[in-house]
């Protein structure tokens, strides 16, 4: 079973509005962290923000905000007042909180900013 | 400073020749990555060092040979490679491989051809 699943092969958001990016994840371990990354087309991975399973509240950074629901198993990005420079490829990750387990990935999203 | 650093950023290569890729950061981080990225794809995991030791190899063929001198620089020996080993190739670190709480930081990429 996929362990990161990003249903949202391309996004396209208006300069200015906010913009949610889906993310659901399986896990059985009652430790683990959620990861967003942006990868604009230079190649570059940007950590953008963090959420850990014992987290009570969302994780907010700047513009970023992440909206974690538990029980359903999602960890939804939310980029508020969408910027040109957001133009890029969005993926979620997460880490199990059992020793020696990597990065799980998601397929990705490519977000685009219409002027 | 937050800075993952990678040389070449380019590299063009012929089936028969050896290179080498490299990887350096000054957080102090214990942990170092090497990544294989696709086009449109998500990042795969190649290799994990933790505290200067290989802690995770994932499988990866023996063209590709992973060194880690010290705690602050990653090399990749590039040997025999194939046009498939065509991608960027991304290193990443981390405070620590063990705790999900760490985010990695990745370093530019190189974009690697193989003619």
């Known amino acids: 079973a996929q362990k990161i699943t990003q249903t949202q092969p391309g996004m396209f958001v208006q300069e200015k509005e906010a913009v949610t990016l889906d993310c659901t994840y399986d896990?059985?371990?009652?430790?683990?962290?959620l990861f967003w990354y942006k990868q604009p087309s230079s190649g570059e991975m940007i950590f953008l923000i963090y959420?850990?399973?014992?987290?009570?509240q969302n994780a907010t950074e700047g513009r970023y905000s992440l909206n974690f629901q538990k029980a359903r198993k999602s960890a939804n990005l939310v980029i508020s007042a969408s910027q040109l420079g957001d133009s890029a490829m969005y993926f979620c990750a997460m880490r199990e909180g059992r020793p020696g387990n990597q990065f799980y990935f998601g397929t990705g999203t490519s977000l685009t900013v219409i002027p | 400073d937050t800075e993952v650093t990678q040389t070449p950023k380019h590299l063009v290569m012929g089936m028969t020749n050896k290179k080498s890729l490299k990887c350096e950061q000054h957080?102090?981080?214990?942990?170092m990555y090497w990544y294989k990225q696709k086009a449109k794809k998500p990042p795969e995991l190649m290799f994990v060092?933790?505290?200067?030791?290989?802690?995770i190899n994932e499988s990866v063929p023996s063209r590709f040979s992973p060194e880690c001198p010290n705690s602050s620089l990653l090399n990749l020996h590039l040997h025999a490679l194939q046009p498939e080993d065509s991608a960027l190739y991304l290193c990443?670190?981390?405070?620590?491989?063990?705790?999900?709480?760490?985010?990695?930081?990745f370093g530019p990429g190189t974009r690697l051809t193989v003619l």
């Open positions: 957080m102090g981080h214990r942990a």
């Open positions: 990443a670190s981390s405070q620590e491989f063990t705790s999900i709480l760490n985010e990695q930081f």
């Open positions: 896990t059985s371990d009652p430790s683990y962290g």
């Open positions: 959420q850990g399973s014992y987290d009570q």
């Open positions: 060092y933790s505290y200067e030791k290989l802690s």
